[in-house]
């Protein structure tokens, strides 16, 4: 119950297209979302995070679309560049805990 | 600020050695977590401080690690005797509790033990 499932574990995308990266939890009481973004050298980053209380969060181009009663969100990545190739980890929070659960990542590899 | 640091950068060390990572969380940060990010695996949480006091060690592999926090500013993971499976990047992480709920990540520590 305590694990995010992400999927899929790599993923190739032409320089334009759109990256998508899916999330599943189980556990209701999570109520904060973020995802990470890994540079090959480097630690984890914070890209964006969502609550519950919104179905979508907007940040240039990169969103987060979130359906509570699937219990599931996603990281979609627009017009994606090179730049973006990285690993990307979903996680998941309950506010006033202190216990992370990651996904496994995903390693997008976007092409010029 | 600088960021949490991290050292050493890389790590070789031979099996049945004692390795010591070291970490300097953000100024002003009350909690901190030693993470272990393998291919299989993924981030693994071993253990978090809150203001210094170990709160959850759950994810300690074995009796090998330990983890100590002796001030605010300072946090050591140390691996002794040390085996080949113990090979991976080992991250710090700090957090303000009361400030928010971001997590900010070190740079890490590549640990190969050969």
């Known amino acids: 119950q305590q694990q995010v499932k992400q999927s899929p574990q790599s993923l190739i995308v032409q320089k334009g297209g759109i990256s998508i990266i899916n999330c599943a939890y189980e556990n209701t009481a999570f109520d904060y979302f973020p995802w990470y973004q890994q540079f090959p050298g480097k630690g984890p980053a914070l890209l964006i995070a969502?609550?519950?209380?919104?179905s979508e969060k907007k940040e240039g181009r990169f969103t987060i679309s979130f359906n509570k009663s699937a219990k599931q969100f996603s990281l979609h990545i627009m017009d994606s560049q090179p730049g973006d190739s990285a690993t990307y980890f979903c996680a998941a929070l309950q506010e006033g805990t202190y216990k992370y659960i990651f996904g496994t990542g995903t390693r997008l590899k976007v092409l010029a | 600020d600088a960021g949490v640091i991290q050292s050493p950068r890389h790590e070789v060390t031979e099996m049945g050695q004692e390795v010591t990572l070291r970490c300097k969380p953000i100024s002003g940060h009350n909690s901190l977590f030693w993470y272990r990010q393998t291919m299989m695996r993924g981030l693994e949480l071993l253990i978090y401080f809150n203001n210094n006091v170990p709160i959850d060690d759950s994810g300690m592999p074995e009796d090998r690690f330990s983890a100590k926090m002796p001030n605010a500013s300072f946090s050591t993971l140390k691996i002794q005797p040390s085996e080949p499976r113990d090979s991976a990047v080992y991250f710090c992480?700090?957090?303000?509790?009361?400030?928010?709920?971001?997590?900010?990540f070190g740079q890490g520590t590549r640990l190969t033990v050969v």
């Open positions: 969502i609550r519950p209380d919104v």
């Open positions: 992480a700090s957090r303000n509790r009361e400030g928010g709920t971001e997590a900010f």
